[in-house]
Structures are given as structure tokens and as C-alpha cells.
């Protein structure tokens, strides 16, 4: 027990650095988007946060959002500052991974899905077809690409922010 509680202190120490690089690269760079582009992660932050909402059961979005005193548009204020930051980050990542040729094979992406396929059917006793049906959907395999693009280029950064 003792031991699995020392893995995620570290474990939350090792994101909170690799958070603190990759907020530090982001301020560091110049980015510049047209104004549409935040405007989409607004409206992508606002879709976000209407599925949290159905998927708490708390009440249908518009009920919530009455519970809360507050607006589409309040709350698309709150959530503004958040998706900016995520927008230059995922900006500064992209510029990053192009700018080293990070990539991602489809070698990586099938020894990740082929990993989180036998996880689900041992650890959750997923349907085995099922659950690779599912994983191999295009937009799954996107995802998956994208978390391991994601990995390596904070993997990146960190690496230059410790001056290796």
C-alpha cells in the first residue's frame, strides 16, 4: 500500500513538471491564431462540458445551467480562459513535433490499441470483438495517435528544459 502511494506522489510530481515545461514553452512562444480558432475551442470546451453535465445525470444542460443563476454566455466567458490556454498549448505542441519530425507509427498505434484491447478484456472483462471493434474505429485510432504524438513531444520538451 505504502509503496502504491509513493508511485502516484511521483507519478502526480512527474505531470505537475511536464504541466509547468509545457505552460512555460506556450508563454515563451509567439502564437498566433485567427480569432475563429478560439471561438472553436470555446464552442468545443462548451460541448465538453454539456456531456460532463449529462453524464453526472445532474439535470438536462439547460436545467443546470438555471440551477447555476447563469448563461449560455456567462458560461462560455468562464470557460474562455481555459480553452485559450489549452489552444496555445496544443499550438506550441504541434509546432514542436513538426519543428523535431516527431511522429507516430502505425507500428506505435497498433501496440497501443493491441495493449488497451488485452487491458479491457482482463482488467473489465470486455468482450474481446467488441471491444476491438470499437478500438479500431478510425476516430479511436486518432485519438490514440494523438495521445502518443501528445506523450512524445512533452517527453520532448521536458528532455530540452532539463538541457539534454
Same mark, same amino acid.
Given at each position: 500500500?505504502?509503496? *502504491?502511494?509513493?508511485?502516484?506522489?511521483?507519478?502526480?510530481?512527474?505531470?505537475?513538471?511536464?504541466?509547468?515545461?509545457?505552460?512555460?514553452?506556450?508563454?515563451?512562444?509567439?502564437? $498566433?491564431?485567427?480569432?475563429?480558432?478560439?471561438?472553436?475551442?470555446? !464552442?468545443?470546451?462548451?460541448?465538453?462540458?454539456?456531456?460532463?453535465?449529462?453524464? !453526472?445525470?445532474?439535470?438536462?444542460?439547460?436545467?443546470?445551467?438555471?440551477?447555476?443563476?447563469?448563461?449560455?454566455?456567462?458560461?462560455?466567458?468562464?470557460?474562455?480562459?481555459?480553452?485559450?490556454?489549452?489552444? *496555445?498549448?496544443?499550438? $506550441?505542441?504541434?509546432?514542436?513535433?513538426?519543428?523535431?519530425?516527431?511522429?507516430?507509427?502505425?507500428?506505435?498505434?497498433?501496440?497501443?490499441?493491441?495493449?488497451?484491447?488485452?487491458?479491457? $478484456?482482463?482488467?473489465? #472483462?470486455?468482450?474481446?470483438?467488441?471491444?476491438? /471493434? !470499437?478500438? *479500431?474505429?478510425?476516430?479511436?485510432?486518432?485519438?490514440?495517435? #494523438?495521445?502518443?504524438?501528445?506523450? /512524445?513531444?512533452?517527453?520532448?520538451?521536458?528532455?530540452?528544459?532539463?538541457?539534454?
Amino acid at each position: 500500500m505504502a509503496a *502504491r502511494i509513493q508511485e502516484r506522489k511521483v507519478a502526480d510530481a512527474a505531470r505537475q513538471y511536464e504541466d509547468q515545461v509545457l505552460g512555460t514553452f506556450a508563454d515563451l512562444s509567439k502564437v $498566433v491564431y485567427p480569432p475563429s480558432y478560439l471561438e472553436d475551442r470555446v !464552442a468545443d470546451a462548451l460541448e465538453d462540458f454539456k456531456d460532463e453535465v449529462k453524464q !453526472a445525470g445532474i439535470a438536462e444542460f439547460e436545467d443546470y445551467l438555471k440551477l447555476q443563476g447563469q448563461t449560455v454566455e456567462q458560461l462560455e466567458a468562464d470557460l474562455r480562459p481555459g480553452a485559450e490556454r489549452r489552444a *496555445r498549448r496544443g499550438l $506550441v505542441m504541434r509546432e514542436l513535433a513538426k519543428v523535431e519530425t516527431i511522429t507516430v507509427s502505425k507500428a506505435e498505434v497498433d501496440a497501443a490499441v493491441t495493449s488497451e484491447i488485452e487491458h479491457q $478484456v482482463e482488467h473489465h #472483462n470486455a468482450d474481446l470483438r467488441e471491444v476491438t /471493434k !470499437a478500438f *479500431r474505429r478510425k476516430e479511436n485510432l486518432d485519438g490514440i495517435e #494523438n495521445q502518443l504524438l501528445s506523450r /512524445k513531444v512533452i517527453d520532448r520538451m521536458v528532455t530540452i528544459a532539463q538541457g539534454a
